[in-house]
């Protein structure tokens, strides 16, 4: 009967030891389907070229991205109506200096492409 129960323990305890392993490697399910991608490219006003190192940033979001070498930015935020963009010159001494742009768009579909120009104070 002892030996009967310790099984039954000892059971117990791998089953839940298992359930914790699997959860700490896959984590729990999360709702993803209120996001939206936002995608895009920053250029120059007066040379057309991409733009390095904007910010990128949801307005109402503590949540920002840069700017890549080519200008490009991708991020997915959450799905409010309207969306707005901020985007707003941070390094003015690698790149130039630019004027800060609000772009308000409508999140009617699951992504959003985005290019923006801005032009140089």
Same mark, same amino acid.
């Given at each position: 009967?002892?030996?009967? @129960?310790?099984?039954?323990?000892?059971?117990?305890?791998?089953? %839940?030891?298992?359930?914790?392993?699997?959860?700490?490697?896959?984590? %729990? &399910?999360?709702?993803?389907?209120?996001?939206?991608?936002?995608?895009?490219?920053?250029?120059?006003?007066?040379?057309? @070229? &991409?733009?390095?190192?904007?910010?990128?940033?949801?307005?109402?979001?503590?949540?920002?991205?840069?700017?890549?070498?080519?200008?490009?930015?991708?991020?997915? %935020?959450?799905?409010?109506?309207p969306?707005?963009?901020?985007?707003?010159? %941070?390094?003015?001494?690698q790149?130039?200096?630019?004027? &800060?742009?609000?772009?308000?768009?409508?999140?009617?579909?699951?992504?959003?492409?985005?290019?923006?120009?801005?032009?140089?104070?």
């Amino acid at each position: 009967m002892k030996r009967n @129960l310790f099984r039954k323990v000892i059971g117990g305890l791998s089953l %839940t030891s298992a359930m914790f392993v699997f959860q700490a490697c896959y984590g %729990t &399910p999360q709702d993803f389907g209120l996001d939206v991608f936002v995608e895009g490219q920053v250029k120059s006003n007066t040379s057309g @070229l &991409p733009i390095k190192g904007i910010k990128v940033s949801v307005v109402n979001n503590e949540q920002y991205e840069m700017t890549d070498e080519n200008g490009k930015f991708s991020f997915y %935020t959450i799905q409010f109506d309207p969306i707005k963009i901020q985007f707003e010159d %941070t390094d003015s001494s690698q790149n130039g200096l630019y004027f &800060p742009k609000d772009t308000v768009v409508n999140a009617g579909s699951d992504s959003i492409h985005l290019d923006v120009v801005l032009e140089e104070q």
